[in-house]
Nanobody, 124 residues
Framework: QVQLVESGGGLVQAGGSLRLSCAAS????????MGWFRQTPGKEREFVAA????????KHTDSVKGRFTISRDNAKNTVYLQMNSLKPEDTAVYYC?????????????????WGQGTQVTVSS
């Protein structure tokens, strides 16, 4: 199993940028596909982006395409979410997740590991 710790959240004005990081611990962390999800109060957690274990494949949900980019550095056991042109509706707690199966990360089903989350607040 892999342990995940997110960082990089904060308060930013609309149109601004943030970069979230997710540090993974464990010798086999580079074998895992990784993803970012977000959740606001009263709503279900939603998929944001995923990256395959090698970094060669990515997927982003439609609402963030062209603004957010997921990437990973396996040498640092870290996954990133670069968020540009932020909007107030991007405000949420952002969670990092991992699973051996890329498809499972995209679906958000029965994932192996979850982080504790980091708050992102975008002011208008």
């Amino acid at each position: 199993q892999v342990q995940l710790v997110e960082s990089g959240g904060g308060l930013v004005q609309a149109g601004g940028s943030l970069r979230l990081s997710c540090a993974a611990s464990g010798r086999t962390s580079s074998r895992y596909a990784m993803g970012w999800f977000r959740q606001t109060p009263g709503k279900e957690r939603e998929f944001v982006a995923a990256v395959s274990s090698s970094g060669g494949h990515t997927k982003h949900t439609d609402s963030v395409k062209g603004r957010f980019t997921i990437s990973r550095d396996n040498a640092k056991n870290t996954v990133y979410l670069q968020m540009n042109s932020l909007k107030p509706e991007d405000t949420a707690v952002y969670y990092c997740a991992a699973d051996l199966r890329f498809g499972s990360v995209i679906a958000g089903l029965d994932l192996t590991s979850w982080g504790q989350g980091t708050q992102v607040t975008v002011s208008s």
